[in-house]
Structures are given as structure tokens and as C-alpha cells.
């Protein structure tokens, strides 16, 4: 296995974390973005306190972990051919 095949793996698994993350704790996430310093001077602050922010961040949530099992699976079968 080569370095290449060895940084995609850790890539993929970096996108199934984070994308687990927001699916399971998306208020979480919204709670942490929100303390960040000079989060109220975002022109999206109003949008990032509603409840359409915390499905935002589960459809990106679940289309990261899609995306991340895809590539995971054509990972493992090029690995066994």
C-alpha cells in the first residue's frame, strides 16, 4: 500500500467523522459556530441560529457520509483486484 492509498484512507475516514458528527449532534455544532468570536458580525447569523441551520447541517451530514462510503467502497474493492 502506498502513501497515496494510505492518505485517501485517512481522508475518507476524516469525512465519515465529521459527517457522523453532524448527524448526531448538529445542535451541538450549530452551539459551537455560534460562540465563535465575530460569529455575530456573519451575514448569516440569523440563519445560522434558526432551526433550518440544524437540518442544513444534517443533509450535509448524511451526504458526507454517502459520499465518504462510496469512495470507502471503491477503496476496499481496488484494494482486493
Do not use: N
Not at 12 to 20: D, E, P, R
Not at 53 to 58: D, G, Q, T
Request: with cysteine; charged share 10%; hydrophobic share 55%.
Amino acid at each position: 500500500m502506498d502513501s497515496l492509498q494510505v492518505l485517501s484512507y485517512v481522508l475518507v475516514v476524516f469525512v465519515l467523522a465529521l459527517g457522523g458528527v453532524l448527524v448526531i449532534w448538529p445542535r451541538r455544532m450549530q452551539q459551537y459556530v455560534l460562540k465563535m468570536p465575530g460569529a455575530k458580525f456573519h451575514p448569516f447569523y440569523r440563519w445560522m441560529e434558526s432551526k433550518s441551520y440544524v437540518w442544513a447541517l444534517r443533509v450535509l451530514g448524511v451526504c458526507s457520509l454517502i459520499v465518504a462510503s462510496i469512495f470507502l467502497a471503491v477503496l476496499v474493492y481496488s484494494d482486493l483486484t
